[in-house]
């Protein structure tokens, strides 16, 4: 199941089987699989999107912080009432009324530990297998019906726990109850489905293969545990995947979901005797099951370290060294969590210091994920260019020697506390995320572990963090993995099949399904609003008083399309030297300054614009505006920073070469983009070319032309006044002198190519093959067909391979790839429409021809009505699902003011598109699909 805010190359990546460097309460945040898949309306989502995750989402970044704030600890859990339903159903509640959206799940206690060789990834496998039809719902229905009501839903496996949930307006609440009681005792498990299902997961194992860390990992747990079912990856050994049959699968079901074995958790807009009643009414009535088996293998103790090598295609070196640690309910964890919160967050730590800025690896992380029996603790790094596995093992070594040795200096220990803090409060701004902390720890630990969580952290010193090193941290008990770049393919057996398997699911349309009114507009919390700052800056405020948080969203003109000729990069390195020192501080004391108080901020560029994306408690407000103002009124560009900066970049260069996603990427703007156009990118060649070229100074006079306030734009979302917003604002930015010397955005017109082209990219020892497909769009955000255009791509692919045209017939049909997705890019200027999916590479050709089928039909026969009403009515109810986190609003208030969309946007967003007919969708598709023109990029080991 795919998430709604990753980009096509991300997409395809399912999530890493360990957490590493990762506080208490972010690392969750990386355990589940994402969300079913929505490309975003507009330009600059990509970039920025990236930059909210980064800044906000509370995951794959290090651990944040924040100054004393004694009643963290319990916001997350404040509010919880706890019910047991007579058959064993466990619910817990929680009101949060400063959104119209609730977020529903239930958690089963069964993943991968309660398997055993024979049937690995049975877990998982089931949970796809649980969209695939009830004795209620016909296979691919499920989806349909919850998109039709704007959710965005998901499941989630992992090694202790599995989830389904769905996030959506709080008065179609019963529709998640509904659906959620219905599959957990009525599910088919169908045997032609399965069949078609078993190559998705298969397409899910082999887009896993392609990651080198994801390989290191798997080899690395697997010789780490010999006799514990922790060794198996979660999605299962390939061998029992393709071989569990449908019976074996249905009896898993049965012994492990039930209401006794499962945990409902509700968090939002609602009242709790109302959502009670539903839960009763819904499942009260469920029988129970016998009581699961219980996993009481133990490892035996490790007497000795361990080694292991893997040798597949990549660019770069990885080292992964991992320590037998206990369970996360052990008191030891507390410091553990610590620690790894204090050596390995964030730029200022100990082993970014040690390795990245001493040009020794290009990333480094460090922790263990909260599990239910002793697990890991990893320390996992990648090498720069030109350093080898054994230098990077004996650097890491060194630091882990030190940390056994050393004690914490207590300004660092208590930084890593605060940031602790800091993200339980970051927490309440998302119903979300509240539920996804209260359901994962109830089933491991019960839920109330998290009342006591920071006061035990609080209570550590030092000596605690440095006696837990010394103790586990042992050699004896260490499993050390190298992933060694290879040019040879892996040796395997025989080559697969093209895929043959075949369903027929319910189209879109074929069988009515009830669609729901139309919520009410969403309204803000209090009134936005804007003002302009004397320099021209564009100031847009939104106070929600509902958390202590604050999010930061601004842009300016300064993004690739501006490079200098010949001197391409150079508008990304400025803005990633932006935060890399000043002319008050260094890269490490810019960094530290705000890493000490949980806030962060991070500038980007993309095509058009620099992005800074920011978020801070909202006591920590002027601080955060203040770095905004130094960030970007007075960088250093220090030239030990941008050398280190530019090495880490060409290393990213390096890792493309052997990434399909990546390549394809790159080959299919190439194609669709004609020469000369300012856009259109260069050759890896031609960009490392131009990287090793650009100097300091060129960043530093790119800065000087095309920085300043002039067409700045800047959101704050959260627990600040509009009084102080300004006077914060005004004191940091506003006596920035505009600038004259600032260039326009050039022509960015985007013409429609006059053949079709395909292209073949080999890259040798690659389990998945990427797949672009595309053209020039034709479509502007400001295009009147823009809406029709919208729902077109919803329809083709937008809604992700759950319930769009080309996942019915590529994914769930045809069972040909794990994920595929459509996406109009359309902002201030037009770019191209284009198709991702990834599949093996023996169903490359298969997945084409379909795809293009597709494409025709669509083109010659149109879309039907319901499937316009079905679209509509996930696009419109989706919506405020937009306005549940503070960082949601800010990037929503953002495109408003970049995109002029009036202030009346947030009233008006459900008459665009409910007012938009099936005649003018399919005008649309004439105007904008051409597939007699289209661009196939094809790449991977392909036959």
């Given at each position: 199941?795919?998430?709604?805010?990753?980009?096509?190359?991300?997409?395809?990546?399912?999530?890493?089987?360990?957490?590493?460097?990762?506080?208490?309460?972010?690392?969750?945040?990386?355990?589940?699989?994402?969300?079913?898949?929505?490309?975003?309306?507009?330009?600059?989502?990509?970039?920025?999107?990236?930059?909210?995750?980064?800044?906000?989402?509370?995951?794959?970044?290090?651990?944040?912080?924040?100054?004393?704030?004694?009643?963290?600890?319990?916001?997350?859990?404040?509010?919880?009432?706890?019910?047991?339903?007579?058959?064993?159903?466990?619910?817990?509640?929680?009101?949060?009324?400063?959104?119209?959206?609730?977020?529903?799940?239930?958690?089963?206690?069964?993943?991968?530990?309660?398997?055993?060789?024979?049937?690995?990834g049975c877990s998982h496998l089931l949970e796809h297998m649980l969209f695939k039809g009830t004795q209620r719902y016909r296979p691919g229905e499920i989806s349909r019906v919850l998109a039709a009501n704007g959710s965005t839903f998901n499941a989630g496996t992992y090694y202790d726990t599995t989830r389904y949930w769905e996030t959506l307006a709080s008065d179609r609440l019963e529709l998640a109850i509904q659906i959620e009681a219905d599959r957990m005792v009525n599910s088919r498990i169908d045997a032609a489905q399965l069949a078609s299902e078993m190559s998705v997961v298969r397409s899910e194992l082999e887009g896993g293969e392609n990651d080198p860390g994801e390989l290191l990992n798997r080899a690395v747990a697997a010789a780490a545990f010999e006799s514990h079912p922790y060794q198996w990856p979660i999605i299962g050994w390939r061998a029992d995947v393709e071989n569990v049959t449908r019976e074996e699968l249905y009896r898993y079901y049965r012994r492990y979901y039930g209401p006794n074995n499962a945990t409902v958790v509700m968090v939002g807009d609602f009242d709790t005797p109302q959502a009670l009643a539903l839960v009763r009414k819904h499942f009260g009535?469920?029988?129970?099951?016998?009581?699961?088996?219980?996993?009481?293998?133990?490892?035996?103790?490790?007497?000795?370290?361990?080694?292991?090598?893997?040798?597949?295609?990549?660019?770069?070196p990885m080292v992964e060294i991992a320590y037998r640690v206990p369970a996360g309910k052990h008191p030891d964890f507390y410091a553990l969590d610590l620690l790894a919160n204090a050596v390995g967050s964030g730029r200022s730590s100990r082993l970014y210091q040690a390795l990245v800025e001493k040009e020794l690896a290009t990333t480094v992380t460090a922790g263990a994920p909260t599990m239910h029996d002793p697990y890991l603790f990893f320390f996992t790094a990648t090498a720069r260019p030109g350093v080898s596995a054994e230098r990077l093992e004996a650097a890491l070594r060194t630091e882990i020697e030190a940390m056994r040795r050393d004690l914490v200096p207590e300004a660092t220990l208590q930084a890593a506390r605060n940031r602790m803090e800091a993200d339980f409060l970051f927490q309440t701004n998302s119903v979300s995320d509240q539920g996804e902390q209260i359901g994962y720890y109830d089933v491991l630990m019960g839920w109330r572990y998290l009342n006591t969580y920071l006061d035990r952290v609080r209570r550590l010193t030092s000596s605690d963090l440095q006696k837990v090193a010394a103790r586990y941290f042992v050699p004896d008990a260490s499993t050390v993995g190298h992933f060694v770049p290879s040019s040879q393919a892996a040796p395997g057996g025989p080559p697969p099949r093209e895929a043959s398997a075949r369903v027929e699911l319910a189209r879109r349309?074929?069988?009515?399904?009830?669609?729901?009114?139309?919520?009410?507009?969403?309204?803000?919390?209090?009134?936005?609003?804007?003002?302009?700052?004397?320099?021209?800056?564009?100031?847009?405020?939104q106070e929600n008083r509902a958390n202590p948080t604050l999010a930061l969203v601004a842009s300016l003109p300064a993004g690739a399309v501006l490079d200098p000729a010949g001197k391409e990069g150079?508008?990304?390195?400025?803005?990633?030297?932006?935060?890399?020192?000043?002319?008050?501080?260094?890269?490490?004391?810019?960094?530290?300054?705000?890493?000490?108080?949980?806030?962060?901020?991070?500038?980007d560029a993309d095509e058009l614009a620099v992005q800074v994306a920011g978020r801070a408690l909202s006591r920590d407000a002027g601080t955060l505006v203040d770095a905004l103002g130094e960030l970007l009124r007075r960088p250093a560009f220090p030239a030990a920073d941008f050398s280190r900066l530019r090495g880490q970049t060409l290393a990213g260069l390096d890792e493309e070469k052997e990434d399909p996603s990546a390549l394809a990427g790159r080959a299919f703007s190439?194609?669709?983009?004609?020469?000369?156009?300012?856009?259109?990118?260069?050759?890896?060649?031609?960009?490392?070319?131009?990287?090793?070229?650009?100097?300091?100074?060129?960043?530093?006079?790119?800065?000087?032309?095309?920085?300043?306030?002039?067409?700045?734009?800047?959101?704050?979302v959260g627990d600040l006044s509009v009084a102080k917003a300004r006077m914060l604002v005004e004191q940091a930015l506003g006596d920035w002198a505009r600038n004259p010397r600032s260039r326009p955005l050039p022509k960015l017109d985007l013409p429609l190519q006059a053949q079709p082209r395909r292209e073949v990219i080999r890259v040798a020892d690659k389990s998945e093959a990427a797949l672009l497909w595309g053209h020039a769009g034709l479509l502007k955000r400001s295009d009147p067909d823009f809406y029709a255009t919208q729902i077109l791509n919803m329809i083709l692919g937008g809604g992700g391979a759950l319930n769009s045209?080309?996942?019915?017939?590529?994914?769930?049909?045809?069972?040909?790839?794990?994920?595929?997705?459509?996406?109009?890019?359309?902002?201030?200027?037009?770019?191209p429409f284009q198709i991702a999916l990834g599949t093996n590479p023996v169903n490359a050709g298969k997945a084409a021809r379909s795809l293009e089928a597709e494409l025709r039909g669509v083109q010659q026969k149109g879309v039907t009505q319901r499937e316009v009403e079905e679209a509509v009515a996930y696009l419109t109810g989706r919506f405020p699902l937009r306005l549940e986190t503070n960082s949601g609003l800010a990037f929503l208030l953002w495109q408003m003011e970049?995109?002029?969309?009036?202030?009346?946007?947030?009233?008006?967003?459900?008459?665009?598109?409910?007012?938009?007919?099936?005649?003018?969708?399919?005008?649309?598709?004439?105007k904008h699909l051409f597939p007699q023109k289209a661009t196939l990029i094809q790449a991977g080991t392909l036959p």
């Open positions: 199941m795919k998430d709604g805010n990753q980009t096509m190359k991300d997409e395809k990546r399912r999530m890493k089987s360990h957490l590493s460097g990762f506080p208490l309460v972010s690392r969750l945040r990386f355990v589940f699989p994402p969300m079913p898949f929505t490309r975003p309306d507009f330009r600059h989502f990509r970039r920025i999107g990236a930059l909210l995750l980064a800044a906000f989402a509370l995951a794959m970044t290090a651990a944040r912080a924040q100054g004393p704030a004694a009643a963290a600890g319990p916001a997350i859990t404040a509010g919880v009432q706890e019910t047991v339903l007579p058959n064993g159903l466990r619910v817990l509640t929680k009101e949060v009324r400063h959104a119209p959206v609730v977020n529903f799940a239930v958690w089963y206690r069964v993943g991968s530990r309660n398997e055993h060789t024979g049937i690995t009535a469920l029988p129970r099951i016998p009581t699961p088996a219980a996993v009481y293998t133990q490892e035996p103790p490790q007497r000795g370290e361990r080694r292991v090598v893997v040798r597949r295609a990549g660019a770069l349309g074929e069988r009515p399904i009830p669609l729901p009114r139309p919520s009410p507009a969403p309204r803000t919390r209090q009134t936005v609003v804007r003002f302009r700052l004397a320099n021209g800056i564009r100031v847009v405020v150079t508008a990304a390195l400025t803005a990633e030297m932006l935060s890399r020192g000043s002319d008050k501080r260094t890269s490490r004391e810019f960094a530290a300054r705000l890493e000490a108080l949980g806030a962060q901020l991070s500038a190439r194609t669709v983009y004609p020469e000369g156009h300012p856009l259109r990118p260069r050759t890896l060649d031609e960009e490392r070319a131009a990287i090793q070229g650009l100097t300091q100074e060129d960043l530093v006079r790119f800065y000087r032309e095309q920085y300043g306030p002039d067409q700045m734009i800047l959101v704050l045209r080309l996942g019915t017939v590529i994914r769930d049909e045809q069972g040909l790839a794990y994920d595929v997705s459509s996406f109009y890019d359309s902002g201030l200027y037009p770019g970049y995109y002029s969309l009036g202030a009346d946007y947030l009233d008006q967003y459900g008459r665009y598109y409910r007012s938009v007919t099936t005649a003018q969708v399919n005008a649309a598709a004439q």
